[in-house]
């Protein structure tokens, strides 16, 4: 049997020990096949981090000439705007503690801004974070509008003019909706797991049914609702506060969704009698929590006289 000694670069018959060919060449592919040579390409860098570095040399002169002769030669008009735009996302980035691939794709999104669009009269500090924000949509990461708002100290309007620039410039379109924020805005809220799982039941209900541009305020309105439903309830102010969204607009997208899922009613688990129906015209103080249906009736129904207790169930 001839087997290749990659040692010696030699082929050798096992059996007699003879050297059929020595010297080979080795053309089999490297041994570990994820090594790599310097440091890797990042979009983050104006030059995808391909660059040449000037070493040192016995005239001191000379090399701090030849470095600078290599810098002006590296960097274009177009690439100074892109050194400064890239050098504002990543100190940016740090202070919201976004991933890497996050900060990765802002730069791309910057980099196709900066190649079809003049940003000279838009605020490059703006821009960024408008990146940076529509990353986070694109990525299915749910951080919502009034974090970086709060964070950065920008108006909507100067959010909203730059995000609108990039959505007619960048093919990327977002992937996250309302669901995606739930399980934030009911950890933040101090809510058991329970009501996450029904917010999201209540947001697949009302799909298409809904208006509005933010998910996030849909999303906290429906934690609100299950949080009542399952009467571990915080109020809309409360959840507002901590969202950093209006209380107007919360209440919208509540009295919409209780439109959309229609009556909603309380009944007793054993007989069928109905303890309890929402309706918006009687209601006036918004949908009760079950502890207070069952105080109504002293804990026990009317009709069978089993003892009332909450369910966590769908509506």
């Known amino acids: ?4 000694d990659a040692v010696r670069g030699e082929y050798v018959d096992t059996e007699t020990g003879e050297v059929i060919e020595e010297r080979v060449i080795d053309l089999r592919p490297d041994g570990n096949p994820l090594r790599q040579e310097g440091s890797p390409t990042t979009s983050k860098v104006h030059d995808w981090g391909l660059y040449t570095t000037i070493g040192t040399a016995k005239d001191v002169f000379t090399t701090q000439k030849m470095r600078r002769i290599q810098r002006r030669l590296r960097t274009s008009e177009k690439d100074r705007k892109l050194i400064t735009l890239l050098s504002i996302l990543n ?60 964070t950065y100290g920008i108006t909507a309007r100067e959010l909203w003019k730059a995000l609108k620039l990039i959505q007619t410039t960048v093919p990327l379109k977002p992937k996250v909706g309302p669901t995606d924020y739930i399980s934030k805005i009911v950890e933040q809220l101090g809510l058991p797991q329970a009501v996450a799982t029904k917010a999201a039941e209540i947001v697949n209900k009302v799909k298409g049914r809904v208006s509005g541009k ?24 409360q959840i507002a ?3 950093k969204i209006t209380d107007a607009g919360l209440r919208g997208r509540y009295k919409e969704i209780m439109r959309a899922l229609g009556p909603l009613r309380y009944v007793c688990s054993n007989c069928g009698y109905e303890l309890y129906r929402y309706r918006e ?30 369910k966590e169930e769908g509506i």
Do not use: W
């Open 214 to 237: 933010s998910y996030v305020v849909l999303a906290a309105a429906a934690v609100y609702i299950a949080s009542v439903v399952l009467d571990v309830k915080r109020t809309q102010k």
């Open 241 to 243: 506060k901590i969202l």
């Open 91 to 150: 100190n940016e980035s740090a202070k919201l503690g976004l991933p890497d691939y996050v900060k990765e794709t802002a730069s791309l999104i910057v980099r196709k801004v900066v190649e079809n669009v003049k940003v000279g009269k838009i605020n490059h500090h703006v821009l960024v974070i408008a990146s940076l924000y529509y990353s986070c949509r694109v990525n299915n990461v749910p951080r919502h509008l009034q974090e970086f708002k709060f």
């Open 281 to 310: 015209q009687r209601n006036f103080y918004g949908l009760m929590i079950p502890s207070e249906v069952k105080s109504m009736f002293g804990g026990v129904c009317p009709r069978c006289g089993e003892r009332l207790r909450v």
């Open 1 to 4: 049997m001839i087997v290749f």
